[in-house]
């Protein structure tokens, strides 16, 4: 077992690698404009978690993981050649929905800063008291 900063240098740098290998080295078009959002690596450096994230967002998920998914041997096997581990850890791939999250908060802050009120809020007026 590793210490728990080892693991987060191995994530970061399992990053990095994957993001230059996903924008020069792989063909796929499956995995275009796809970007790689945080690697988790486990204590034991068995696996690695990596999330991605697209531009178009959520409409190409299951796209983009199968493009991944069938690509994993290769990325993996470059990965390893590029970060010296004695054992590389396996590839798992997740879709990261922060993005999406994130472009909806920032809807409802410029809704706020326009002095627009969300739907709910107007009907919950409360009675004049004459």
């Known amino acids: 077992?590793?210490?728990?900063?080892?693991?987060?240098?191995?994530?970061?740098?399992?990053?990095?690698?994957?993001?230059e290998l996903l924008l020069f080295?792989?063909?796929d078009p499956r995995l275009r404009q796809i970007f790689v959002t945080q690697v988790r690596v486990d204590r034991e450096l068995e696996?690695?978690?990596?999330?991605?994230?697209?531009?178009?967002?959520?409409e190409r998920m299951d796209e983009i993981l199968a493009g991944l998914r069938h690509a994993a041997g290769f990325l993996r096997h470059?990965?390893?050649?590029?970060?010296?581990?004695?054992?590389?850890?396996?590839?798992?791939?997740?879709w990261d929905p922060t993005p999406?999250?994130?472009?909806?908060?920032?809807?409802?802050i410029s809704g706020l800063n326009t002095g627009?009120?969300?739907?709910?809020?107007?009907?919950?007026?409360p009675p004049d008291d004459e």
Do not use: W
Request: glycine share 2%; aromatic share 6%; charged share 25%.
């Open 1 to 19: 077992m590793v210490s728990q900063s080892r693991a987060l240098r191995v994530g970061e740098r399992i990053q990095q690698e994957l993001s």
């Open 116 to 125: 627009k009120q969300d739907p709910k809020q107007e009907d919950q007026t």
């Open 47 to 58: 696996y690695a978690n990596i999330f991605v994230s697209a531009l178009e967002g959520p």
């Open 78 to 94: 470059e990965l390893a050649r590029r970060v010296e581990l004695r054992s590389f850890p396996q590839l798992r791939f997740h």
């Open 100 to 108: 999406e999250h994130a472009a909806h908060i920032d809807q409802l």
């Open 25 to 27: 080295s792989v063909t």
